[in-house]
T-cell receptor, first 117, second 114 residues
Framework: GAVVSQHPSRVICKSGTSVKIECRSLDFQATTMFWYRQFPKQSLMLMATSNEGSKATYEQGVEKDKFLINHASLTLSTLTVTSAHPEDSSFYIC?????????????FGNGTRLTVT | SQQGEEDPQALSIQEGENATMNCSYKTSINNLQWYRQNSGRGLVHLILIRSNEREKHSGRLRVTLDTSKKSSSLLITASRAADTASYFCATILYSGGGADGLTFGKGTHLIIQP
């Protein structure tokens, strides 16, 4: 069964509104969660690393004020797309390793399809 | 920035045949991982091969790693229709300590025709 739960799976919003995406680790504590973005038939691009109890680390070119990340507990990280625009329409996926180790595979949520009209 | 590049970008084979996908990367790695993604879904981890390993098996999957050529291959034997998906290789750039986000290649879209 799924070990990382992501909600919602789909969301349609109007331009200018904000959308919150939740990512929960179900049977382990995730001190770190990763947020990816994927365009159709493209690879996953790492947006930011969410760390429990501290500020997220954003990849170059990702606007931290637009993509707000909160990792309030060891099992929950949220990504809020603020003042969404049509170009923010994409597939957003969260993931987390079971352990803080290079050799710990990532467990992925099922993704959120965001459409901004 | 992307580290891995899969080849081919698309592959269509008959059910029962073997499918081979290749991945090349650019810098030193700790390990290389392969993931599968069904359309519109998240990724599922398939297999991890460490930098000091040359070959690894898991069920119908066989992964090789050649660090001198900075390349890896994923072989799926006796393919099934359910293997239709996109396959990605992923690496973590060596940065010392802690967990780092994986860098994914562009993926190989595999279609198994019944």
């Amino acid at each position: 069964g799924a070990v990382v739960s992501q909600h919602p799976s789909r969301v349609i919003c109007k331009s200018g509104t904000s959308v919150k995406i939740e990512c929960r680790s179900l049977d382990f504590q995730a001190t770190t969660m990763f947020w990816y973005r994927q365009f159709p038939k493209q690879s996953l691009m790492l947006m930011a690393t969410s760390n429990e109890g501290s500020k997220a680390t954003y990849e170059q070119g990702v606007e931290k004020d637009k993509f707000l990340i909160n990792h309030a507990s060891l099992t929950l990280s949220t990504l809020t797309v603020t003042s969404a625009h049509p170009e923010d329409s994409s597939f957003y996926i969260c993931s987390a390793p079971r352990a803080r180790s290079y050799n710990s595979p990532l467990h992925f949520g099922n993704g959120t399809r965001l459409t901004v009209t | 920035s992307q580290q891995g590049e899969e080849d081919p970008q698309a592959l269509s084979i008959q059910e029962g045949e073997n499918a081979t996908m290749n991945c090349s990367y650019k810098t030193s790695i700790n390990n290389l991982q392969w993931y599968r993604q069904n359309s519109g879904r998240g990724l599922v981890h398939l297999i991890l091969i460490r930098s000091n390993e040359r070959e690894k098996h898991s069920g119908r999957l066989r992964v090789t790693l050649d660090t001198s050529k900075k390349s890896s291959s994923l072989l799926i034997t006796a393919s099934r229709a359910a293997d239709t998906a996109s396959y990605f290789c992923a690496t973590i750039l060596y940065s010392g300590g802690g967990a780092d986000g994986l860098t994914f290649g562009k993926g190989t879209h595999l279609i198994i025709q019944p």
